[in-house]
């Protein structure tokens, strides 16, 4: 099935666009009519500019308010189709997209418009071309996608048909199981779009709020499963108004845009019955994080490797080629490149001290990139010294690595094969990476949800606000059903929050902080004092808080105070954290005990942590936000 975009959907002039959409892997393009008229060339060498780009017109949009009109209105919309027709036939393009009307003289009535659809379709014949009526949502007389078959049924004639929109239907939470008594050839084209779910005026969300399929909260799924039911064979296109994207990347949207669909069309694939199998593997459940892997060099080396050492981490490893050392406390193993070449060291010329590369535990690591090559993401591989693996990766988003270990091709020997063993684990009560946090500009957490969902078995949850002092940071959860993979992304919308300043400091690097599991946080707490850590501060007006809004058992107050741990509670469990100072550009580690049933991440204790860690920093004559 082929892939097409309206160009408003993605920011830049229509040239830029053309590159960016052609890169991504569409077949071809709905271009929105403002976008050529804005260009200095012809309909004609527009045309030509776009086929020389290896793309096809899918859609020439939009027509407004032409049906139902008495005169001399209704003389006048023909006349403007005429003109249009006129300028299809110069761009190469033979399907034009009409609108439900919204001018103020149209009368309505469906056997009306029916009528003048038919005299249209008559003379968008003579020339070739096809007619494709749309129910806006907001439509003055037809806002239902079943009142718009009908007049498409009514004008019977084999040169109009209808276009669906997944956000008109889904936005009027019109029951998209009315599709499939459609004939499949009477349906000219399928737009889609997702959408947070909003309570706002109807015009006003679609204009604004629109995004990819698997970024919002619409069944754009079941929608396209009753299309394909239907018999629909065309192009699927993603017609997105988003004031986000007016201003984001433009290659980096159209990715996201391509991979989108690619991910939509295999679930729809794999629910509907009847349709061929997909053509990629199915979503990956990662079993959990392999490794973390920091890129590090002289004195930030050393503190890094204290801290490790102060956490209960043992250096149980040094690699047989490179000048890397491995790190092991339970299951967790942390990596500490300092080579000057390769991938850790550009990332450390370009970021200084940061994660560089994580590893996932997965059950077959080749499918897991081949489903990632066809949702668009780049494979990733650097020369081998003597005796190493080459172990499957992906470039992700903002630079980051994943490397994929399973068990089945003998990856998970990587550590005996590459690495010299120099001592035991270390052995402090941390068991496991409970999460992985990871900050983004605001604006580009909607790309990181796609990424995640798109390519793993992974849930979002909704967006929270994260209170800092200085400014507001939204926060969303990507994570398996089983909690095997959980990933906290934050978005940051200005360089005065903690976590703008990261991304400031470190020019982009993802991951801010990874929350380390015990199963007895006092118990760990105690063994890491004795080994010389201190935790980060936390004010007792923080405990007196605590005091009046939960019950706790006597003495779990003072204990949490004496050990600077913060606590919440949900109504599945509890939950116990206390955090690390941070080093290098702000990287810092959680340490928590996450109790049955608990299904948060510690959220109201986010601004006291932010406070405290500020304090620190200003403290130290750090520059903090």
Not at 111 to 124: K, M, P, S, V, Y
Request: a negative charge; charged letters at 20%; aromatic letters at 8%.
């Amino acid at each position: 099935m082929k892939t097409s975009i309206a160009t408003v959907s993605i920011s830049g002039n229509l040239r830029e666009k053309l590159t960016a959409i052609a890169a991504a892997g569409f077949d071809g393009i709905e271009i929105f009519e403002q976008d050529f008229i804005a260009d200095e060339a012809s309909p004609r060498a527009i045309g030509e500019m776009i086929r020389d780009h290896g793309l096809d017109i899918t859609l020439f949009q939009p027509f407004r308010d032409f049906e139902g009109l008495p005169e001399p209105y209704r003389a006048k919309a023909f006349d403007r189709a005429e003109r249009k027709f006129d300028v299809m036939q110069e761009l190469g393009t033979d399907l034009i997209l009409i609108c439900s009307s919204l001018h103020p003289k149209s009368l309505g009535g469906i056997d009306r418009a029916a009528a003048d659809f038919h005299e249209l379709g008559e003379r968008a014949a003579k020339r070739g071309l096809r007619i494709g009526y749309e129910a806006l949502c907001w439509g003055r007389h037809v806002n239902d996608h079943r009142d718009a078959w009908e007049v498409v049924r009514r004008a019977d004639h084999p040169n109009v048909g209808l276009i669906l929109d997944s956000f008109h239907t889904l936005a009027r939470k019109i029951d998209p199981e009315t599709i499939r008594s459609i004939p499949g050839d009477r349906i000219f084209f399928v737009q889609l779009a997702d959408a947070p779910l909003i309570e706002m005026d109807l015009l006003y969300w679609s204009r604004h709020f629109r995004n990819m399929p698997g970024e919002g909260d619409l069944d754009v799924t079941g929608f396209m499963r009753a299309v394909m039911a239907a018999g629909y064979n065309g192009p699927i296109s993603l017609e997105i108004f988003n004031d986000q994207f007016r201003g984001g990347n433009t290659s980096a949207l159209a990715r996201d845009g391509h991979r989108s669909l690619v991910a939509l069309m295999d679930d729809v694939h794999r629910q509907e019955p009847g349709l061929a199998a997909p053509g990629l593997p199915a979503r990956i459940h990662p079993k959990g994080v392999s490794f973390v892997e920091f890129t590090s060099r002289g004195t930030e080396a050393q503190a890094l490797e204290r801290q490790l050492a102060m956490l209960g981490f043992a250096r149980v490893g040094t690699h047989r080629n490179k000048q890397v050392a491995l790190w092991q406390q339970g299951d967790i193993r942390i990596v500490v490149n300092q080579e000057t070449s390769g991938h850790a060291g550009a990332v450390w010329n370009a970021r200084g001290t940061s994660v560089c590369d994580l590893g996932l535990q997965v059950e077959d690591a080749q499918a897991v990139v081949a489903r990632a090559k066809a949702l668009g993401a780049e494979p990733f591989s650097q020369p081998l010294g003597p005796g190493e693996l080459a172990i499957p990766a992906i470039r992700g988003l903002s630079g980051s690595l994943l490397h994929f270990i399973d068990a089945g091709s003998g990856l998970d020997q990587v550590w005996e094969r590459e690495f010299h063993t120099t001592a035991p684990p270390g052995d402090a009560g941390l068991t496991h990476v409970d999460h992985l946090a990871q900050t983004m500009s605001y604006e580009d957490m909607l790309s990181w949800t796609l990424f995640y969902t798109s390519l793993f078995e992974m849930r979002k949850s909704p967006i929270v606000d994260v209170i800092d002092p200085d400014g507001l940071v939204r926060s969303q959860v990507v994570e398996t059903p089983d909690g095997a993979l959980k990933v906290t992304l934050n978005g940051a919308d200005t360089h005065r929050t903690l976590a703008g300043s990261f991304l400031a400091d470190t020019f982009g690097a993802s991951v801010q902080h990874i929350a380390l599991a015990t199963n007895d946080i006092f118990a760990t707490l105690k063994a890491l004092t004795e080994k010389g850590f201190s935790p980060l501060a936390i004010p007792s007006n923080y405990y007196d808080d605590l005091a009046a809004r939960f019950d706790l058992p006597d003495g779990l107050l003072a204990r949490m105070q004496a050990a600077q741990v913060l606590y919440d509670q949900d109504a599945g469990g509890d939950f116990f954290q206390c955090y690390a100072p941070s080093i290098a550009n702000g990287f810092f580690f959680e340490l928590v005990q996450r109790n049955p049933g608990y299904a948060g991440f510690g959220g109201p204790n986010a601004p006291f942590r932010i406070a405290a860690q500020k304090r620190r920093g200003r403290a130290k004559g750090i520059p903090v936000a």
